[in-house]
């Protein structure tokens, strides 16, 4: 029976990657966070269900975060760059940052770093169109104990975690969002970078299981990041020091690099590369 | 035979009348039982009794104030050696009590022989301890990896099929064993074999000593057994490699006393395409090179890369603590003709005879004809420990030696 069910899983995903997914099947049954039985979670895995939906987690950085369709599931080059940006920069409680997570997903992006960074020292915020996103953010700071902000002064000593449905691409925004105030120090995203033409390519366990909005960045992928460009141009939307750290899609580096350099207000950028070796992080400093 | 360094006061009065000594009928041994021990154990207690000399004459070094900064040092030296002049303290009085006992031995009241009989085997038994047991363990210096748990990797050796099969009893074996215990194991990664068994295998273990005492399952464990797979009812003779680390924290990658960040490259296994958005298939493993050295450690169980690169990092350190204990034992044998020695991990050390229903150790000569008890974790410890106490043994010679 169980022979059956992994050669099964063998024949779709390649003995190796099978191997390895069989285990953390297993795991995920024996710790219960899985409420599948294998039999289950092989079926669903055959048909093409990214696993990370069918086990309903993903570890990133030190934390294990909930994962559910169709928000996107956080990957490993976002995992990579962002612990690299919490080494990069150090805020300290004294001067406490605030950050916009721009299309927050999960959240992983401001959870992490509110994990990583000292207390009291960053107050973070997430914004995206979609109610399941804010949702699954919402529940995935519950779960790494990262409170909303407050007025209360407990509060004000430890990093906190907020979130607004907003459509960044609205002329509105950031004035209908009441609860996002500039300026900020740090902006971060990972906005939807897929090209019109590689959106029809993508494997299907992303095409049919993850958000398309959460992917299609416009007919060339670089509409989020214009947009981000002209967000970060206007006054008073960041500190005179801050920073932008933008992911981006394979290929994309240089002309994001060169969008946010127009803005006239960011004066040195730098890329950095995801560790299979593709640009990956536009950072720029104003 | 050894000076009395301080007066001492008997704590308990004498319980018996002195008598007059009947003349000495029975056999000689009582009276000799003392000497027999004193010259097994004449080195040690040669050494024990001139560390007393010197611990006395810091003693009396001590100014009257105790204004110096010297004073502070040696009141610390002091006191560290204080439970060897209290052992040293007991030892003495047993041994006067001893001398006592045997005059009452031949005693004319049968009542007073019986009570002093009695008293003779106690003694006996509290002189031997002292001098196998109390002593030795003050001398040597404490273990400066006692606070450690272990790192065990197991590699399946020649044997093919069978070979990863009793890698599978063995895994099972300490994980039982580590249970009795009380100590917490954890299997990081291991490679099954299609053909059922494993091919290799970390497992974690934490606990206070846990690595002083598995540290001798290093080597080459050898299994003679007739394979469940053999049709024929041929006995099979497969090995099994057993490397045991100490286990180092966890750290996320940063620079420590062991190795710098830029000593080590850090890769990603397998190819992803464009990556990010475009993929979402899970590829955790990476592989870290100790450029120095040449170790590589590879990890792929946990399923993020953040966890597998913290795993790996501390396999790495745990091999690189390794190698700095094993290269300070050879440094140390090299200055003082140790006997201790630094394992060989390519020597046999022990035999698994299921026809025999026995384990032998062969670097002990220990033997137990219990086969299924030690493969159950049961009677494991049994063998731990005599192999833990010839170690205890052979780091004291050398303490004799270089004295
Ligand atoms: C590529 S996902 C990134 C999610 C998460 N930050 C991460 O790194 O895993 C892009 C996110 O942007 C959100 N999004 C798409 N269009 C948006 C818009 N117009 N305004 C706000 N958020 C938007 C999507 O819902 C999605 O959650």
Not at chain 2, 57 to 63: E, G
Request: aromatic letters at 6%.
């Amino acid at each position: 029976m169980q022979h059956r069910l992994f050669a099964k899983l063998a024949a779709q995903l390649g003995r190796q990657q099978a191997s390895l997914e069989w285990k953390w099947m297993n795991d995920a049954i024996a710790s219960d966070t899985s409420k599948n039985s294998l039999q289950d979670i092989v079926r669903r895995r055959c048909l093409g269900e990214p696993l990370q939906y069918i086990l309903g987690t993903q570890p990133f950085g030190p934390l294990n975060l909930l994962v559910r369709p169709p928000v996107l599931i956080p990957r490993p080059e976002t995992e990579h760059w962002v612990i690299k940006l919490s080494e990069a920069i150090r805020p300290t409680a004294q001067s406490p940052f605030s950050l916009l997570d721009i299309g927050t997903g999960s959240g992983c992006i401001p959870l992490l770093l509110c994990h990583l960074w000292p207390q009291g020292s960053v107050h973070t915020h997430g914004v995206d169109i979609s109610p399941h996103a804010i949702r699954l953010a919402n529940d995935n700071a519950l779960l790494a104990g990262i409170p909303p902000p407050s007025d209360g002064d407990y509060l004000k000593r430890r990093n906190t975690f907020g979130t607004t449905p907003a459509n960044f691409l609205a002329p509105t925004f950031p004035e209908e969002a009441m609860q996002i105030k500039p300026p900020f120090h740090i902006i971060t995203s990972n906005p939807p970078y897929i090209p019109w033409k590689e959106f029809l390519e993508l494997p299907r366990s992303v095409s049919e299981y993850e958000d398309p909005k959460a992917l299609f960045g416009g007919p060339s992928g670089l509409e989020f990041y214009e947009a981000i460009a002209r967000f970060v141009g206007r006054k008073d939307m960041m500190t005179s020091d801050g920073v932008v750290a933008l992911e981006v899609g394979r290929g994309q580096a240089k002309a994001v690099e060169e969008l946010i350099r127009t803005t006239g207000r960011v004066h040195h950028t730098e890329i950095w590369t995801d560790p299979w070796g593709i640009e990956r992080t536009v950072i720029g400093r104003m | 035979m050894f000076r009395l360094l301080r007066p001492f006061v008997h704590r308990h009065p004498p319980l018996y009348r002195r008598a007059h000594v009947v003349a000495a009928n029975g056999n000689q041994a009582p009276a000799n039982t003392l000497q027999n021990i004193e010259k097994e154990h004449e080195r040690l207690l040669r050494v024990v009794e001139r560390r007393i000399t010197e611990r006395q004459s810091m003693y009396s070094q001590l100014t009257d104030q105790m204004s110096t900064p010297d004073d502070i040092a040696k009141l610390r030296q002091l006191k560290e050696s204080e439970p060897l002049q209290n052992a040293w303290d007991d030892w003495l009085k047993a041994r006067e009590a001893f001398n006592e006992t045997i005059e009452l031995l031949t005693d004319s009241d049968p009542s007073m022989r019986a009570l002093a009989t009695e008293e003779y085997t106690t003694l006996t038994e509290q002189l031997n301890k002292s001098v196998t047991e109390t002593l030795p363990q003050l001398l040597v210096p404490p273990s400066e990896t006692a606070h450690l748990g272990a790192l065990m990797e197991l590699k399946s050796g020649v044997g093919g099929s069978e070979s990863s099969l009793f890698l599978a009893d063995m895994l099972r074996m300490y994980q039982r064993l580590a249970n009795a215990s009380r100590w917490k194991a954890q299997v990081v990664t291991q490679n099954d074999l299609e053909t059922g068994g494993i091919k290799d295998a970390i497992m974690e273990i934490k606990g206070e000593g846990v690595y002083d005492s598995l540290r001798w399952e290093s080597g080459v464990h050898r299994v003679q057994r007739v394979p469940a797979t053999e049709a024929s009812g041929r006995v099979h003779t497969s090995t099994v490699a057993v490397v045991v680390l100490p286990l180092m924290e966890e750290t996320d990658g940063k620079n420590d006393d062991l190795f710098s960040m830029d000593e080590v490259k850090v890769e990603v296994m397998r190819a992803r395409g464009a990556g990010g958005q475009h993929v979402n298939k899970t590829e955790s493993a990476v592989r870290l090179t100790h450029i120095p050295s040449g170790i590589t450690v590879s990890m792929q169980d946990e399923r993020s890369q953040h966890q597998n690169k913290r795993r790996a990092f501390q396999v790495l350190r745990s091999r690189l603590m390794d190698r700095k204990i094993m290269r300070e034992i050879e440094e140390r044998r090299a200055t003082r003709l140790n006997l201790v020695r630094t394992a060989d991990r390519s020597e046999k050390i022990r035999t698994y005879n299921y026809a025999q229903d026995r384990v032998t150790d062969h670097r002990i000569g220990l033997t137990l004809k219990n086969l299924t008890g030690i493969m159950e974790g049961d009677d494991l410890q049994e063998v731990l420990d005599a192999l833990k106490k010839n170690h205890d043994e052979e780091v004291m010679e050398d303490m004799l030696n270089s004295a």
